[in-house]
């Protein structure tokens, strides 16, 4: 288990190093003007010098690299010709003059509250609705909420999304409209200002995962362990839960640590509909304005996360799935 472990822990970081590689190259070295879009299009040409000189894009791209790098490692100072930041410095946002770690730790609750509260909404939704569609396999119970979900996914996200923020928070007021409160500040506030959003996602989500759920547990009930465990007088809730949902929940727990890693770093039109300011947002306004350094910074971020939900995952399958033997 131990050997396993670091060896997954190994490969992770051989991925991070990848990512920070290919964002240094894509973001630095590609066909980028980080001056100009940071100065505007009156910008004279001695601004444009002092710009790049203040983010070292007229040094080496050699020492460009290992100023990034060490920047993540160590944190980088004023003697590194670069602003006090402390490790793992991300960079240094000249758009808002602040560190892009202290940004993305501002935002990143935000996108975590959000993300944490639909998942337990679409994980009970999809398991508990794709258990009993594959009960009542065939029977009008099993095609409504399939043919809802399926209906539900066929309408793009953002659509649903905006509607249902205009007609159920804005114009009748049905649920609280979305807001942001530190969940240390205001806990009743910052549930009451997530929760319609933590309904809507999830429930939209679920809609995928109701299908995948069905399907996984149609495929289990059909193998011999599960009809012996019939024979032998065991209940129907226990066969069920205990013997076909244990083994088909694996492969969904893939998809939910995919998804959520995903989702963390990417919920887009969940902030900019219900106008959270999460990381999503961020990357979004740093893309209008040029801001390379937050952009690149929270795509690395999005790297490390990813590493972190497939360790977590391979390691819960060990867990879940008794056939699975971590070694």
């Known amino acids: ?23 240094f190259v894509l973001f630095y070295l590609g066909p980028n003007d ?38 993540i490692v160590v944190g980088t100072s004023e003697k590194d010709g670069a602003q006090d930041c402390d490790a793992p410095c991300l960079g240094w946002s000249y758009v808002q003059n602040r560190s892009v770690t202290d940004r993305v730790v501002e935002a990143f609750p935000v996108t975590a509250s959000i993300v944490g509260g639909g998942m337990i909404v679409y994980s009970f939704l999809g398991i ?13 119970l099993d095609k409504s909420i399939v043919g809802s979900s399926q209906f ?3 309408i793009p996200y953002y659509i649903l999304a905006l509607v249902f923020y205009l007609y159920a928070m804005k114009f009748y007021g049905l649920i609280p409209e979305s807001a942001w409160t ?19 996602y999830g429930a939209y ?60 770093t990417g919920a887009v039109f969940t902030e900019r509909i219900f106008n959270l300011p999460g990381m999503g947002k961020l990357a979004l306004d740093s893309v209008s304005t040029g801001d390379l350094p937050t952009i690149s910074g929270t795509v690395i971020i999005g790297a490390v996360l990813i590493v ?20």
Not at 231 to 246: M, P, Q, W, Y
């Open 1 to 23: 288990m131990l050997i396993y472990l670091l060896r997954r822990v190994l490969l992770g970081l051989s991925v991070i190093i990848a990512a920070i590689i290919a964002t």
């Open 205 to 264: 989500v679920s809609a995928g995962y109701i299908r995948y759920i069905r399907a996984a547990m149609i495929d289990t009930q059909n193998q011999d362990y599960v009809r012996t465990a019939r024979s032998k007088g065991i209940s129907e809730f226990d066969v069920t839960v205990k013997h076909a949902l244990r083994a088909a929940i694996a492969p969904f727990l893939t998809l939910l640590g995919m998804g959520v890693a995903a989702e963390l």
């Open 152 to 154: 539900v996914t066929s």
């Open 128 to 140: 508990s609705l794709g258990v009993l569609t594959a009960r009542y396999r065939g029977r009008w």
């Open 308 to 327: 972190i939900a497939n360790i977590l995952v391979d390691l819960m399958y060990g867990v879940v799935d008794p056939r699975v033997k971590l070694s």
């Open 34 to 71: 980080p001056a100009g879009a940071l100065c505007g299009r009156n910008c004279t040409p001695e601004r444009v010098e002092q710009i790049e000189t203040n983010l070292g894009l007229n040094k080496p791209k050699t020492e460009q690299f290992q100023r990034y790098v060490k920047g």
């Open 182 to 200: 530190p969940l240390t500040q205001n806990p009743w506030a910052w549930f009451t200002g997530l929760l319609g959003v933590w309904l809507f």
